[in-house]
């Protein structure tokens, strides 16, 4: 699978750990930054890993920042993506399973290195069921952006 990753500052050091850990797990990675521990804006590297995914150029997307959360955020705002938050890894597949989730969202200060390893090969290898249910739902956020982008 194609993986666009990166990381603000705070999740630089985990991001390169994940960046070695999924290339290992044999899925294509690109490493779209920060390559420094020197301050930057997490939105503005959710937003590059987001755009990998809507242009095609990656299949998934991981982004780390000190708690996940923020990174998370400004992530969903991008149309298209379903970014989960996830610190365990039934959280990790469940998003993806149904609610078919495309970026991942880990905070650095919050797991471990060799649990954040875990929940990202967990993200990577799921699956949406496409079960009807699930769809349905789907097709509800999916109304949800038009409405709120002045659409509907």
């Known amino acids: 699978m194609r993986v666009a990753i990166a990381a ?5 050091e985990l991001k390169e750990q994940l960046t070695r850990a999924t290339a290992a797990a044999g899925h ?3 490493d ?6 020197d301050p ?30 923020g990174a998370s955020i400004a992530a ?6 379903r970014c989960a938050l996830a610190h365990d890894t039934y959280s990790a597949h469940q998003s993806v399973e149904h609610d078919d989730a495309n970026m991942l969202a880990l905070g650095s200060r919050v797991i471990g290195p060799l649990l954040a390893e875990e929940i990202a090969i967990t993200f990577l ?8 249910r699930h769809v349905r739902r789907l097709q509800k956020i999916e109304d949800l ?6 659409e509907a």
């Open 8 to 12: 603000d500052h705070a999740g630089l």
């Open 28 to 30: 294509a990675v690109t």
């Open 32 to 37: 779209l930054g920060t390559h420094t521990d």
């Open 40 to 69: 930057v804006d997490y939105p503005d590297y959710a937003a590059a890993v987001a755009r990998a995914v809507m242009s095609g150029k990656a299949e998934r997307g991981i982004i780390v920042c000190g708690s996940g959360a």
């Open 76 to 81: 969903n705002k991008i149309r298209g993506i």
């Open 125 to 132: 290898t799921a699956r949406f069921t496409g079960e009807e």
């Open 145 to 150: 952006e038009r409405l709120f982008a002045g």
